[in-house]
């Protein structure tokens, strides 16, 4: 059943090319300029009219939302807001009829995105799902939704579902934006071309596999781990910090590497690994200096770059690269040698990879 891997995080990180290849199935035709996520169809125009998108989810599919939020206001150019469902609901949170509410779940049966749901659909707003399984709670409590198609996720560290919500995000912020008139038609059709190579570029990403495992033996018995990343990558750095601490049980936190300067830099000495997302994008110079003041203070510098980057090589203690692709669909690749890591080093620890202690693979309990 795990299909030859010894555990099924493992299968699932490598099963993400074509993961990522079903959800865009029957939606996605770059050649033909063509993008329908049928779901949407009834409610492109609430959607296209909303004053807002609010979007909520819990643990990794609130990471995945924050994704979105880059997505939705660069493409759409819509306000986005991204809630933790916990603390949406309890505060009496101000929502309307003119709101669309984007729940995000792999299981769909989260008991907090659940109650989110239910309160701002007690609210009069319009209630959109995107969940992995099919015919469950948050898909059915929901006015209308998008699949992720990733298949069954088992191992409780969630690896081909997050992808798959960000592709369906993805897809949603380019119809959205084309709807709207804010993406242009050239821009549209590019970045349709673009998004359809995704799954082959991932598929290379996957490629580094060995190369990871080789860091991850150095770097096992951490203590603690920084994730540092900007723009799109912010969201990744978060993602790349919690597959850690849940799956090894070494002490991570994910920052907005500019946020480093305003307290997280006192962390930094010899003992402190950083995992830097650093790909070329418009905050790349950015990163690099944030990357040297890492440097300066002696902390092992792990650096997720762009193929072919010789400034951040020059500088990183090692650098795993992945393939250049539009700076909004970086995450679909970043977040990759992320799951690695974590993965390789949780297995060195002697960790229970796929059923991690204190943890359930659907958070029912509020
Ligand atoms: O099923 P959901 O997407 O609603 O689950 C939300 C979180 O419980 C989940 O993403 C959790 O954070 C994962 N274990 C992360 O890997």
């Given at each position: 059943?795990?299909?030859?891997?010894?555990?099924?995080?493992?299968?699932?990180i490598y099963e993400q090319p074509r993961s990522i290849a079903d959800c865009m199935r029957g939606r996605l035709d770059a050649k033909n300029g063509r993008l329908v996520l049928g779901g949407l169809r009834d409610y492109m125009n609430k959607f296209q009219n909303a004053d807002r998108i609010i979007i909520t989810a819990c643990g990794t599919s609130w990471h995945a939302g924050l994704v979105a939020e880059y997505l939705f206001e660069e493409f759409a150019r819509i306000p986005v807001e991204v809630e933790y469902a916990s603390e949406f609901r309890y505060r009496n949170p101000v929502v309307n009829e003119k709101d669309f509410v984007i729940a995000i779940s792999q299981s769909g049966e989260t008991a907090d995105t659940l109650a989110a749901i239910e309160l701002a659909k007690s609210k009069g707003a319009t209630i959109f799902g995107v969940c992995n399984v099919v015919g469950s709670s948050i898909a059915r409590a929901t006015h209308a939704?998008?699949?992720?198609?990733?298949?069954?996720?088992?191992?409780?560290?969630?690896?081909?579902?997050?992808?798959?919500?960000?592709?369906?995000?993805?897809?949603?912020?380019?119809?959205?934006?084309?709807?709207?008139?804010?993406?242009?038609?050239?821009?549209?059709?590019?970045?349709?071309?673009?998004?359809?190579?995704?799954?082959?570029?991932?598929?290379?990403?996957?490629?580094?596999?060995?190369?990871?495992?080789e860091i991850s033996a150095e770097y096992k018995d951490a203590r603690n781990?920084?994730?540092?990343?900007?723009?799109?990558?912010?969201?990744?750095?978060?993602?790349?910090?919690?597959?850690?601490?849940?799956?090894?049980?070494?002490?991570?936190?994910?920052?907005?590497?500019a946020?480093?300067?305003h307290g997280p830099i006192a962390l930094i000495d010899e003992e402190m690994p950083v995992v830097f997302?650093?790909?070329?994008?418009?905050?790349?110079?950015?990163?690099?200096?944030?990357?040297?003041?890492?440097?300066?203070?002696?902390?092992?510098?792990?650096a997720v770059v762009?193929?072919?980057?010789?400034?951040?090589?020059?500088?990183?203690?090692?650098?795993?690269?992945?393939?250049?692709?539009?700076?909004?669909?970086?995450?679909?690749?970043?977040?990759i040698p992320l799951q690695i890591l974590s993965y390789h080093i949780a297995v060195m620890r002697g960790c229970n990879v796929?059923?991690?202690?204190?943890?359930a693979k659907s958070v029912t309990v509020e």
């Open positions: 059943e795990k299909g030859g891997y010894e555990h099924f995080m493992l299968k699932e939704g998008s699949y992720t198609h990733a298949g069954p996720e088992i191992g409780v560290a969630s690896t081909k579902a997050f992808t798959a919500q960000i592709s369906v995000l993805t897809m949603m912020a380019l119809m959205l934006g084309y709807q709207r008139g804010t993406l242009t038609e050239s821009k549209y059709v590019q970045l349709l071309n673009e998004l359809e190579k995704i799954p082959s570029k991932v598929e290379e990403t996957l490629q580094m596999n060995p190369h990871i495992e781990f920084l994730y540092l990343g900007r723009g799109y990558n912010f969201p990744v750095a978060l993602e790349g910090a919690l597959k850690l601490k849940e799956i090894s049980y070494i002490h991570a936190e994910g920052y907005p590497a946020e480093m300067k997302i650093a790909t070329k994008d418009n905050s790349y110079e950015k990163v690099v200096s944030n990357i040297q003041e890492v440097k300066a203070r002696k902390g092992k510098i792990i762009t193929e072919g980057d010789t400034t951040v090589k020059s500088m990183a203690d090692h650098v795993l690269e992945i393939p250049d692709t539009a700076e909004a669909f970086v995450p679909l690749l970043s977040v796929d059923q991690p202690r204190n943890l």
